[in-house]
Nanobody, 115 residues
Framework: QVQLVEFGGGLVQPGGSLTLSCAAS????????MGWYRQGPGKQRESVAT??????SYSDSVKGRSTISRDNTKNTVYLQMNSLKPEDTAVYYC??????????WGQGTQVTVSS
């Protein structure tokens, strides 16, 4: 059983920065894809950034302000976010996809951007 645990959420002022991390633990599994998703108040969950192998992709809403990276030796994915805006407020979830296509989700971490 694979479990994902996210770290790094919290309250940050507009214009500030935050780095989220998500580590997989449990049964040894080969991970191909990793990603971050978010769900704001009253909104549907949306993709923020993904990294599949060496390829990264970002939503237009965070492009240029965020960087996704991974440490394959630790099965960990990171999301650094800069110039945060109130509209970035959401619960952020990480997702990992094994080489066999099985998906794993974290429990979510709250990010609140407010002065």
């Amino acid at each position: 059983q694979v479990q994902l645990v996210e770290f790094g959420g919290g309250l940050v002022q507009p214009g500030g920065s935050l780095t989220l991390s998500c580590a997989a633990s449990g049964t040894n599994v080969s991970i191909y894809g990793m990603g971050w998703y978010r769900q704001g108040p009253g909104k549907q969950r949306e993709s923020v950034a993904t990294i599949n192998g060496p390829l990264t992709s970002y939503s237009d809403s965070v492009k240029g302000r965020s960087t996704i990276s991974r440490d394959n030796t630790k099965n960990t994915v990171y999301l650094q976010m800069n110039s945060l805006k109130p509209e970035d407020t959401a619960v952020y979830y990480c997702k990992m996809v094994s080489i066999w296509g099985r998906q794993y989700w974290g429990q979510g971490t709250q990010v609140t951007v407010s002065s």
